[in-house]
């Protein structure tokens, strides 16, 4: 599956609460087919707001699309399909008690055979390192696994565009060289949250940078980014 408009962002504003202010005010964007960026800015610049909105998980006001498709209540499972998602926690994902059963869920929700499927999420399991622990309870997974199965889960069923939530974090440093590397090989869209420019610089040319939930910065320019938001020593 592949889309023109990955994702349109127009004129988005979130609220958590009716008299709250904006967490995300009036944000404008849009990611083609294939393009990646990373997401950067400040704790509490907005970064998970966005990638959770931009699949429905919060409400807003203004128009997002995946793919196309408007992101609304009626339209979630038709979204869902298109996006591999990835949260910010690796437990607000992983929902069954054995590492196979997750990474191949998203195969088994879309109707795919249950020996093809298992078939193909012992192999994401083994992109990330992972493939000896299939069988494994996820209880008994340190941090970093559990990060390594939910990116397995996210990628699994290939979809056109990735939202992911700091994926770096928790990885020790071979894993996010290669996780840089495997993203980097993917023809996928891709929106990328990270404090990480070192693993970002890798595979994205552009990056999106929030403040207090505007868009402040949207570029190719990795050293203002690195100099704006104190991402140098
Ligand atoms: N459930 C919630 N209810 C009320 N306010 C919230 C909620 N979740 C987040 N916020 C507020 O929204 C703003 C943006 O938070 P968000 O988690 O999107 O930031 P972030 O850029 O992802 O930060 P970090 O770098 O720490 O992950 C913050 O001011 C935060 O306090
Ligand atoms: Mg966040």
Redesign the pocket.
Known sequence: MSCEQALVFDGVTVR??PD?AP?LADVAFSLAARERAALV??????????LMAAVGLIGHEGGIRVCGTPVAKRTAAEVRGKVGFLF?VPEDQLLFPKVIEDAAFGLLRRGEARTEAYRRAAEALGDFGVGRLAEWPLHNLSHGQKQRVALAGALVTKPPLLLL??PSAGLDPPGRLALARLLDRLDAAMLV?T?DLDFAVRFCHRFIA?DA?RIVYDGGDASTVRRTWGMEE
Not at 41 to 50: E, F, R
Request: charged fraction near 15%.
């Open positions: 958590y609460g709250t967490v800015g400040l704790n509490g610049s907005g970064k998970t707001t966005l910010n939530d700091e949250a404090h929030l939930g």
